[in-house]
């Protein structure tokens, strides 16, 4: 099993940015797919991005396209999610989730997820 954590959260002014990062424990990430998700208080979880394990794939959500992207070093066990050009509809608390497959942009898509961090962007 693989434990996640997320960092990099916090306060921003709109049009700042932001880096989170997804660190692993218990197992390597390097075999796993990673998906981040973010919900806002009183909404659904929503997808923003996921890349493949070797880094071969990618998928942005639209609402952040152009502005988010996301990477990741094998390495050093984490990934990365980068954003850039923050709105204050991007605040949110943000998840990182695993899973052996690809693809998958829906939260019951994961197998195992992290604590989550949250970033509050100010307009």
């Known amino acids: 099993q693989v434990q996640l954590v997320e960092s990099g959260g916090g306060l921003v002014q709109a049009g700042g940015s932001l880096r989170l990062s997804c660190a692993a424990s218990?197992?390597?990430?390097?075999?796993?797919?990673i998906g981040w998700f973010r919900q806002a208080p009183g909404k659904e979880r929503e997808f923003v991005a996921a890349?493949?394990?070797?880094?071969?794939?990618?998928i942005i959500a639209d609402s952040v396209k152009g502005r988010f992207t996301i990477s990741r070093d094998n390495a050093k066990n984490t990934v990365y999610l980068q954003m850039n050009n923050l709105k204050p509809e991007d605040t949110a608390v943000y998840y990182c989730?695993?899973?052996?497959?690809?693809?998958?942009?829906?939260?019951?898509?994961?197998?195992?997820w992290g604590q989550g961090t949250q970033v509050t962007v100010s307009s």
């Open positions: 218990g197992r390597t990430l390097s075999t796993y797919n």
């Open positions: 989730a695993a899973d052996p497959s690809f693809g998958g942009i829906g939260p019951n898509e994961y197998d195992y």
């Open positions: 890349i493949s394990w070797r880094s071969t794939s990618t």
